[in-house]
């Protein structure tokens, strides 16, 4: 491969999340070209180099991830500000996106050396583009926590924000998230979920939370990259009085707690708000 001469700083590169060929001309220059190669996998970056007929020769091949960053971090720096021209590529997918290379950019900044991005895929894009659901606006929230109660508290802060959200999620804890979703945004709010996309057994599952739950929890089991889109709230217009009304209705048969949940996320309202509501209306 014919790459010339690449500019010296850090060259952010995005790679493949699945069809090697979904890389573009220039990234394969950058990688072709740079003095110094880093990668989140070194494996990874050795197999996409052979699949693309890029030679490493004697070039530097670093690992860089969150485990060893603080130490390869410097020999990074000193050989930008040697003049070298740096290609930094995560597993999958844009670096800086739920990755360990936003640490070393933003070194690289402070440092006041240049940083450079070589676009391509992305999890998060190619999911917006499948999932049917709206994508002019839309709200990257990463990885949830693992466990339950955290993982409802961090879906919790997101529960007012009026557009589209997309989460990264594991094979392994996709139907508890969903189950967490139901309880935090009620069973109704319409979600995609996003399996293994750009591979061989892509698959998008699209439906109400309830709906998509259900389907998931009675496969045996599950596999593979995750990206969970979940649609824009259901807005409901309601007065004072539909709100308590529907207070009153649910605290018939619901803890106050409870009640106050599901009229929150029936109305889209913050849920502080309506328990206290709930409070004053259990004590009438």
């Known amino acids: 491969m014919g790459a010339g001469k690449i500019t010296a700083g850090l060259h952010i590169v ?21 003095d110094v190669l880093a990668a989140e996998d070194t494996r990874n970056t050795r197999r996409l180099l052979e699949i693309h007929g890029i030679k490493l020769g004697e070039r530097r091949l670093l690992a860089y991830h969150d485990h060893n960053g603080a130490k390869v971090r410097p020999q990074i720096i000193d050989a930008l500000k040697n003049g070298a ?5 995560s597993d999958a997918g844009t670096p800086m996106v739920a990755d360990p290379g936003f640490d070393l950019s933003r070194a690289v900044i402070a440092e006041g050396l240049p940083v450079f991005a070589a676009p391509g895929a992305s999890a998060v894009l190619a999911a917006l583009c499948v999932s049917g659901q709206p994508s002019d606006r ?9 466990k339950s109660s955290a993982r409802q508290r961090f879906l919790q802060e997101f529960a007012l924000i009026p557009s589209t959200m997309v989460f990264y999620e594991s094979p392994k804890r996709i139907v508890a ?20 996309l750009t591979k061989k057994f892509e698959e998008v599952v699209r439906g109400t939370l309830q709906e998509v739950l259900a389907q998931l929890a009675a496969r045996e089991s599950i596999k593979g990259e995750i990206v969970i889109v979940l649609g824009p709230p259901i807005v409901v217009e309601a007065s004072e009085a539909d709100i308590d009304a529907a ?3 649910a605290l018939k048969s619901m803890r106050t707690k409870d009640a106050a949940s599901d009229v929150a996320t029936r109305f889209g309202l913050p849920r502080k708000e309506v328990y206290a509501r709930a409070l004053v209306l259990g004590k009438s």
Not at 85 to 89: C, F, K, L, R
């Open 85 to 89: 021209s740096v290609a930094y590529v």
């Open 177 to 196: 998230s969903l189950k967490d979703m139901i309880e935090i945004y009620g069973a109704e709010r319409p979600v995609s979920v996003c399996r293994e």
């Open 138 to 146: 839309f709200f990257f929230a990463g990885f949830a926590p693992n």
């Open 247 to 249: 207070l009153e209705d």
């Open 14 to 34: 995005a790679t493949p999340i699945g069809a090697a060929r979904d890389i573009t001309l220039r990234s394969l220059d950058i990688l072709a070209g740079a």
